[in-house]
């Protein structure tokens, strides 16, 4: 069967890897694989050719090799092919990122390549955190261990500034980085310290970075404050990432010069909508309002309005305001302040969509059927008056008929909530029925006090009024993106590609283990397929977990030239068009929409964009990375400093992970923390890797995911940002190993 594959004039050479994955091979089988292609090496029915690849010798060669007696020069002339490659294989260089460990050893990522490469210590070579590195493989892949590898030259220092803590003696001093993966304390000679005194928090510039044997040298650049000051730690977390926290001088002054009123001559040419009735619907605490609403019935017929602050029209390309905005690439929301892409007099200004002020907008007139259609549209140029500026608590107060004063005080506007209600519940069942996929995990909601202290945390309350925005954002995303996919004009989209089913497939087989009905993946699974799973599962302990490793086993989305649909929402045009005021993609695609709307769209203008849209497309998705994870660290340290004030207190929480060195365990405030395997005094406890639990080799007990446990909190760590939990029930004479740790 496989030399029949192989001689397909469809075939292409392939490794033994892409083999196995073409054919569906488990990875316990693929032995017997390389067995079989062992073995028709040996009849000479296939080769190995130059890139590794394996590839069949046609029948006619062979038998007139056969013939001629070459059948054993050719085995000969194979085995030093393949000796030869092995080789060049254990000569090749490798090149990826080094990222250093606190115990000393590290690992290099490699573009394109799933697992990385483990560096012992003792092979690091004094590679800095970060640093782009030449590496050259000393053990191959074995089961349990990845590949090991050696660093043999170091190609270039990408970190080049670090933020932590300083500590001063009289005639020098140190910063002690916040980041524990740059293992070494950065030395600071005495000129160099900028009056920085012990306990201050600053960037240090490296000069020197150092060896195995000695420590980086720098110089302090700022002084961002003394640790332990309102706001000190955010910032640093942000300063950390390279986060541009103040916009520069050019760019505010452009931003000064943009008138804050309207004119009718703003108004030319424009659809004008200013006696809809229409609202913003937002958190209390939100200033970009780049969002508006209007819905009205005739017949059996919708008619959604979703309308979008016009940015474009202020931000022009290439002038300095765009570029700052391209260099951001989007706001960052953190616990105590938002990182602007825009200055404030845009973004809570002229383009902020103010009830009861005249706004220039672009907007998506949808006409949508019973079903949940969008059966005709168009989207044009408006200028907008918002009737009101709601909030989420009160829409959602409305809806559910929870407070009469607040649905006294907007009765005139009450009958079009409901109707936004009922369409928002047909157009998320018809988003549903073609398989989108939701994973409803909790968001956390971090409670600051004036000195920036959190005095509570919460799960996030998803509502009525917060889903009847998203289906109509979503709705008019799809649409837009749809339009301009036929128009063939060069775009953004936002893709979201299928999983790879080996990961799937994995998960399905954990999940069937647990006697849950799953189908076997196919080469390729479809959104619904991996919607059931989740009805499935829906309600039983192991829900988040198994949710967990579904989203971990998915792609991530991103920005893309190339409209090749989001897999997530079962769509197969998508795009980021309704906050052109915290994202850079959807301010671009504004600028496409109002070229084709005013008949610009040139030859000229489509192969600009096609030269621009590229670069846009791939920084604005590694900025959204960068924006997520520094958002992410902000609220994992805040929750860690809530916790130290929580210090052996007992909570009820749910095992949302279970691993080999101990489980997680997650409160209902979204807080998880960790009980380390060796907290557990009771019993020797052993780990099952296939169905992901712990257990007691002597009691029997077992810690497993989605148990619900009383754990007591033993610990909280501001600088890993790490909690520590302990059985509730267990002795808590167990601080040797924490103080070991």
Known sequence: MLYDVMCCKEYTPMRAKDMAVLLQIPAGKREELHKTLDALLEE?????????????????????????????????????????????????????????NPKGFGFVEIEDEETDIYIPEENTCGAFYKDLVQIQ???????????????????????????????????????????????KDIFIPIE????????????????KYGSSKRNPEGKIIEILGHEGEKGVDVLSVAKSYELPMEFPEKVMNQAEKIKTELNEGDFFGRMDLRDWTMVTIDGEDAKDLDDAVSLTKEGEFYRLGVHIADVSNYVQYNSALDREALKRGTSVYLVDRVIPMLPKKLSNGICSLNAGEDRLALSCLMDIDKKGNVVGHKIAETVIHVTERMTYTNVNK???????????????????????????????????????IDFDFPESKVILDENGKPVDIYEYEHNSATDLIEDFMLLANETVAEEYYFNEIPFVYRTHEEPDSEKIESVFSMIRAGKIKVKKAKENVSPKEIQQVLKEIEGLECEPFFARLLLRSMKQAKYTTDCI?????????????????????????????????????????????????????SRSSMLERRAEEVERE???????????????????????????????????NTIEGLVHVNLLTDDYYEYDRE???????????????GQKIRVKVLRADLATRTVDFLPAKEKTAVFSYLDEE
């Open 398 to 436: 409305i809806l559910t008929h929870a407070d009469e004063a607040v649905t006294k005080k907007y009765q005139e506007l009450v009958p079009m909530f409901f109707l936004m209600k009922e369409l928002s519940e047909i157009v998320r069942k018809n988003r549903k029925k073609r398989g989108a």
């Open 137 to 183: 493989i000393v053990k191959e892949e074995r089961e349990g261990h990845r590949r090991e590898g050696k660093v043999v030259k170091i190609l270039e220092h990408t970190v080049t500034s670090v933020v932590g803590t300083v500590e001063k003696s009289d005639s020098f001093g140190f910063l002690i980085p916040d980041n524990r993966k740059i293992t």
């Open 44 to 100: 000479g029915k296939i080769t190995v050719n130059k890139r590794g690849r394996y590839e069949a010798v046609r029948e006619k060669k062979r038998k007139d090799a056969k013939k001629s007696g070459k059948k054993e020069r050719i085995e000969e002339k194979r085995e030093k092919k393949e000796k030869r490659g092995k080789n060049k294989r254990e000569e090749a260089y490798l090149t990826g990122t080094f990222i250093s």
């Open 634 to 668: 902000t609220v994992k340290m805040k929750k860690a400093e809530y916790m130290m004030a929580h210090i052996g207190e007992e909570f009820e929480g749910i095992i949302s992970g279970v691993t080999e060195w101990g489980f997680y365990v997650e409160l209902s």
């Open 565 to 617: 649909g989001h897999f997530g929402l079962a769509a197969r045009y998508y795009c980021h068009f309704t906050s052109p005021i915290r994202r850079y993609p959807d301010l671009q695609i504004h600028r496409i929409i109002k070229e084709n709307l005013r008949s610009r769209m040139t030859k000229e203008k489509k192969q600009h964009y096609k030269e621009i849209l590229p670069d846009v497309a």
């Open 691 to 705: 169905h992901y639990t712990l257990t007691g080799e002597d009691t029997g007990k077992v810690y497993k995911m």
């Open 192 to 207: 160099c310290m900028k009056n920085a005194v012990t306990g201050d928090k600053a960037i240090a510039q490296i000069k």
